[in-house]
């Protein structure tokens, strides 16, 4: 089973979009496990205090290194995995990809990090190995980062998806490929008096011409 294992200052932001669809069904299934961490709980103070002001002044507050430090062994502690990495989501990180979605599914075991504020003590790249970008923007906070990275390795796993060929076919399967068009019923659509078909060669039955075509209409980033 692949271990997914979030900390965040917000542990049930996202538990509705784990019990649904894929993810839901992997998680049955015992292909993955989603556990999430209040970073909270390794505070020291009555209000549980996760962030401050930054040195050197500026704008906003940070997340503190000592609460994140002490979260993060706590985590790895009695972990039975072979292969883990730890990830902070951030917008200065590497951007995530299908490639890193690839190397990340051979993991036994992750850890994500979801920053806050307006960042994070950057003492904190001493203990994680990789900081994690999902794009050139900036979000509240890291948590949609970790659903998105976790989805898109749940589904290359074996047993996730009810047909195996949809991860092999579908856009970035190879690098920098995007899948070909794709329809289903009806054979013609209308809007008024404007006819939308489906592309004939979809419709007789020669899977050389299918495959020839869609070969053809695999668009190249």
């Not at 994140?68 to 951007?95: C, D, E, F, H, P």
């Amino acid at each position: 089973m692949k271990k997914f294992k979030i900390i965040t200052i917000f542990p049930e932001i996202l538990n509705s979009y784990y019990r649904e669809s894929i993810i839901k069904r992997a998680c049955d299934k015992k292909i993955i496990d989603i556990e999430n961490y209040n970073l909270r709980d390794w505070t020291t103070d009555h209000h549980k205090t996760v962030d401050d002001t930054p040195y050197g002044g500026g704008a906003g507050m940070l997340m503190k290194i000592e609460p994140l430090y002490k979260a993060i062994q706590a985590v790895k502690k009695g972990s039975t995995k072979k292969t883990r990495k730890i990830v902070l989501m951030a917008a200065s990180g590497n951007t995530w990809s299908q490639k890193k979605a690839k190397e990340y599914a051979k993991l036994d075991e992750l850890i994500i990090i979801c920053g806050r504020y307006e960042g994070v003590d950057a003492r904190i790249k001493e203990f994680v190995d990789e900081e994690i970008s999902i794009g050139d923007y900036v979000l509240t906070g890291g948590e949609l980062g970790a659903a998105v990275i976790i989805d898109s390795i749940t589904r290359l796993l074996p047993g996730v998806l009810g047909n195996e060929e949809s991860a092999m076919e579908e856009s970035h399967s190879e690098e920098g490929v995007l899948e070909y068009p794709q329809y289903t019923r009806p054979e013609v659509f209308k809007v008024g008096k404007k006819n939308y078909p489906v592309p004939r060669v979809l419709l007789e039955g020669n899977h050389k011409l299918i495959n020839e075509w869609r070969k053809k209409e695999q668009r190249r980033k």
